[in-house]
């Protein structure tokens, strides 16, 4: 329809005497490409070009000067680490999302549940910790687990547990991340989740309150499907971001005790800029590549599927 | 304070529902109940933050209560913002954000407008590809970024690395996809013929955006803003990575790398400091909070 209205007013403007690259300078597709082209350097330098340049670096030895193929790849294959590396990822992305998830979820709940004049309230405190820099509250999460000072082995000595060593024990380490983890994303659930939960029309609870149908039976016929896009373009995403973190782990463990909490994130930055392996450590980051990719072709595909409904 | 919304909230409930509302009530209880519980994980960190830094270091290691201040101090805070190389972090972080900010939001809105609005060959493909910009994390960019520095640095003598200024030039690839896919849900909502009128009548492009497009969708653009400010205020991979010098850096790298020497934790200054750089982000949450909640639910529920 816009074409229909500029052709219109462009026309009595080409009758008159105007140079061609006056013209070509009116013309939409010139402004809107001019337009765009700022966001298409961003893009093409620094995202494009970098991904692509990483697939190359992946495949030069450590000085940088030699092609080893996948020599690389062959040389992580055979290391220890790598495969701890790879168990840990996929254990702290898969388990954080799916809590982020029902907590996210519960939450959103019982937000939805009170009067909505306190919900703003509710809502407001409940989203601190996602606003909160991730580097600076991750600071706090490794005061309140300090191995000497720990206000929680405090309140545990109370109720008569012995101390635990949150970030030294390689299982206590493991829960520690993905804990914090499920703390700073699981408010992120919560506001997409209330949001859904606010567009699910009122009469279907009604019609199952007559019909008899009890909470459980509400949740499962009736909130879950209707908000089944929402929840699986929310929980795909936080795969992404999850599975790619790396502020809580390089703050609060630094990949220990004995590497057991690495990521690929956080490996790949100590393999590649503290030990200067630049190209083991693109290698390593490039794991992250399949994930990703399954997650975003989902996501595309949940959100074309979005555009038709409405 | 529950109990007054609780108070208040129950007549209605009771006359909505008549028989069941006893079920009702109780649900409301138990509502308050678990959100109390969540409302206490979720904030004890930040109060935890709050209270360590109002502690003197011989507190901080004595064998009292951790969760509560005996004698509290502004000392923590005094020290700090006396100090030389805190206020640099502060200023860095603080300059890097502002530009990234008004940087991010010229590309971003110039770019959502022509996506949105003038169909040209390629524009659906290409808000496609921002998006597909936003979903690829910086954890997967900063080794060939850290090697294309050096190569800019052999290329041109410029160099890159340990600038804060280079933060400028990183950042915003991660905040510019995400605004202008915000931005072009926004500019896609506002009705077609408001800006058909507006070419009817003779405005240029640049008119119907100035003059319509902004002022309609000043909601969006206040969501886009604080979101590419707190992401840029709370970066921490690009500045670790690419700097090091004390005075080139910004607030979390800084906090991290200065306040803890070694294996001495000086956890009042750690915690006051996290508190302080914690702060413009909740400061602007707390004013801005609406349009901060509909910059997060935009990314999925528009475009």
């Known amino acids: 329809m816009a074409d229909v209205t500029i052709t219109r007013t462009g026309l009595p403007a080409e009758a008159g005497q105007v140079s061609s690259l006056q013209r070509l300078m009116r013309r939409k597709s010139t402004i809107a490409f001019i337009m765009t082209l700022p966001l ?14 990483s697939l190359h670096l ?25 495969w701890l590396v790879v168990y840990q990822s996929c ?42 820099p991730p580097a600076m509250s991750t600071l706090a999460w490794l ?86 896009n929402i929840i699986s373009i929310t929980a795909l995403f936080s795969l992404i971001v999850t599975f790619a973190n790396f502020d809580i782990v390089r703050v609060l463990t630094g990949g220990g005790p004995l590497d057991s909490t690495h990521l690929f994130a956080t490996w790949a930055f100590r393999v590649g800029i503290e030990s200067g392996d630049i190209p083991l450590g693109a290698c390593v980051s490039l794991f992250m590549v399949p994930i990703l990719a399954v ?12 555009g038709n409904e409405a | ?30 509502s308050y109940f678990f959100l109390t519980l969540f409302a206490i994980f979720f904030l004890m960190p930040p109060i935890y933050m709050f209270i360590t830094s109002l502690k003197t270091s011989a507190e901080i290691s004595a064998e009292t209560n951790p969760w509560w201040v005996f004698n509290p101090t502004l ?48 524009s659906t493909l290409l808000a496609t590809g921002v998006f597909l910009t936003y979903l690829i994390p910086e954890t997967l960019l900063f080794i060939p970024l850290f090697k294309m520095m050096a190569m800019v640095r052999d290329a041109t003598g410029i160099e890159l690395m340990n600038n804060w200024w280079t933060m400028i ?20 909502s506002i009705p077609k013929e408001l800006d058909e009128a507006a070419l009817i009548d003779g405005a240029t492009w640049i008119q119907t955006l100035t003059k319509i497009f902004i002022p309609v969708a000043l909601p969006g653009i206040i969501a886009a803003t604080i979101f590419a400010f707190t992401v840029s205020w709370a970066q921490f991979l690009y500045p670790l990575a690419f700097t090091t010098s004390t005075d080139q850096l910004v607030l979390p790298v800084g906090i991290i790398t200065t306040l803890i020497k070694g294996d001495v934790f000086n956890w009042g200054q750690i915690m006051t400091g996290a508190l302080l750089g914690a702060a413009p982000p909740l400061i602007i949450y707390a004013f801005l909070m609406d349009y901060y909640i509909a910059g997060l639910t935009a990314g999925a529920t528009k475009g």
């Open chain 2, 1 to 30: 304070m529950a109990d007054t919304a609780l108070a208040t909230g129950a007549p209605t409930r009771a006359l909505k529902y008549g028989s069941i509302a006893k079920d009702r009530r109780w649900a409301l209880r138990l």
């Open chain 1, 91 to 132: 254990l702290f992305a898969v388990t954080a999302v799916i809590f982020k998830a029902i907590i996210g979820f519960t939450v959103a709940h019982f937000v939805h549940n009170i009067p909505s004049k306190g919900q703003r309230k509710w809502r407001g405190m409940l989203l601190v910790p996602w606003v909160i």
């Open chain 1, 143 to 228: 005061w309140l687990f300090d191995p000497s000072y720990s206000a929680f082995n405090w309140l545990l000595a109370h109720v008569g547990v012995a101390p635990v060593s949150w970030t030294g024990n390689t299982h206590w380490a493991r829960f520690s991340v993905i804990l914090v983890n499920i703390w700073v994303g699981a408010p992120f659930f919560m506001i997409m989740y209330l949001a859904a939960l606010k567009s699910v029309p009122e009469q279907l609870y009604e019609a199952s309150e007559i019909d008899g149908a009890n909470w459980w039976q509400r949740i499962w016929y009736i909130t879950l499907p209707m908000m089944r």
């Open chain 2, 169 to 188: 030039i990183l950042y915003p690839t991660l905040t510019v996809p995400f605004c202008t896919w915000i931005m072009i849900g926004y500019f896609a």
């Open chain 1, 40 to 53: 298409l350097l961003v893009i093409f330098t620094l995202v494009a070009y970098p991904a692509f340049y």
């Open chain 1, 58 to 82: 992946a495949t030069l030895n450590k000085s940088m000067v030699r092609f080893v193929g996948l020599g690389n790849f062959e040389f992580l294959f055979g290391r220890e680490t790598f």
């Open chain 2, 75 to 122: 000392a923590n805070y005094i020290e700090l913002l006396t100090q030389d190389t805190y206020l640099i972090f502060f200023r860095n972080s603080a300059m890097v954000s502002v530009i990234v900010v008004t940087i991010s939001m010229l590309i971003s809105v110039f770019a959502a407008f022509a996506l949105a609005r003038m169909r040209f060959w390629g």
């Open chain 1, 295 to 306: 997650a975003a072709t989902l996501i595309l595909r949940d959100i074309g599927k979005r």
